[in-house]
């Protein structure tokens, strides 16, 4: 499932339940998959977070015991079975999922933190929290362990809870998104000062996603979702699109394999898919009962040919695009 980014091509999706999964007593609001795309990590608002194996729909271990309050997002570590979370309880954990025991634990926000990724070397860890900064620590690829004595950068300059942080799949760049309606860019090269403010948005930032494929990123504010291209420290919004609904809420986007079309899932059950090339609307993905999420779809991800999505009721959903 290869396709170009050129407006040529217009291929068509339909998706296939593959497995259900059902393992959290809350809902799930964060789904990740590790590098390879064999393991899934599920977050949940139960204070868990549970590791599926893809290909068989098995629960691998459930991580108890950390977090004291919903757990907001998750990331796999490119080297090593570690993987990253981050919760309202104000706490950064370092785990190993193969044991399921805590590795390390930061807590220097001061205030809930609401995402945490890692840099594709496995050298670099960010987090982003209510307190309108981020950080960027220094890990030590494989153990687990922040690096001892190792510097800490706190990324300031937002005016409202910092809802996101990514890197750039070079590790060159950090952006991240904040209530403020802004996202700002960190260049590591610079020590990660900022070198580049985006402010002609709506609405809070939601989540930010790098193309798989291309120097491209997606910013979802409000419903809008809009594509941007990096060149240097100069970014461009290339092309937009927006639901326009008072009944549907965008909750999360995730870039197709191919790197042109975006999926996207909402607050009224529903999956839906862009064109980012060619069109300026959201085309639903139907679903056929017993098939369909019966809660908000709050979260999702690819894994391969794979989608994820999950609900507010507390199931996972793995489907095959088609």
Request: hydrophobic content about 40%; overall charge positive; glycine content about 8%.
């Amino acid at each position: 499932m290869s396709f170009s980014r050129s407006p040529s091509s217009s291929p068509t999706y339909e998706k296939r339940l593959v497995f259900r999964l059902q393992g959290h007593e809350g809902a799930v609001v964060f789904c990740a998959v590790d590098p390879k795309a064999k393991l899934l990590a599920t977050c949940s608002t139960d204070r868990t977070i549970n590791v599926w194996t893809i290909t068989t729909g098995q629960l691998l271990r459930a991580l108890k015991g950390g977090h004291t309050e919903e757990v907001t997002s998750c990331s796999f570590c490119s080297i090593g079975p570690i993987l990253a979370s981050s919760s309202i309880d104000k706490k950064v954990i370092l785990w190993n999922y193969e044991s399921g025991k805590r590795a390390s634990r930061l807590e220097l926000h001061h205030d809930a933190v609401l995402f945490c990724a890692f840099s594709k070397d496995g050298k670099f860890l960010a987090s982003a929290s209510r307190d309108k900064t981020a950080r960027i620590y220094k890990i030590r690829p494989g153990a687990g362990e922040f690096v001892p004595g190792g510097d800490v950068k706190e990324l300031s300059g937002h005016k409202g809870a910092v809802n996101v942080v990514k890197f750039s799949p070079d590790g060159a760049v950090a952006l991240t998104g904040s209530d403020d309606r802004t996202i700002r860019a960190w260049k590591r090269e610079n020590d990660w000062e900022c070198v580049c403010v985006l402010n002609q948005f709506t609405a809070p930032i939601k989540s930010v996603i790098f193309s798989p494929v291309d120097p491209v990123f997606a910013s979802l504010d409000g419903n809008r979702t809009t594509l941007w291209t990096m060149k240097g420290q100069k970014y461009e919004a290339e092309n937009s699109v927006d639901i326009r609904s008072s009944e549907k809420q965008l909750k999360a986007v995730s870039f197709i394999p191919d790197g042109r079309f975006i999926m996207g899932v909402a607050t009224d059950k529903t999956i839906n898919i862009w064109d980012s090339v060619k069109k300026n609307t959201w085309l639903n993905l139907p679903n056929a009962k017993p098939n369909q999420h019966e809660g908000a779809i709050l979260t999702c991800c690819f894994a391969g040919r794979n989608f994820i999505s999950a609900d507010a009721d507390g199931f996972t959903f793995i489907w095959e695009l088609v």
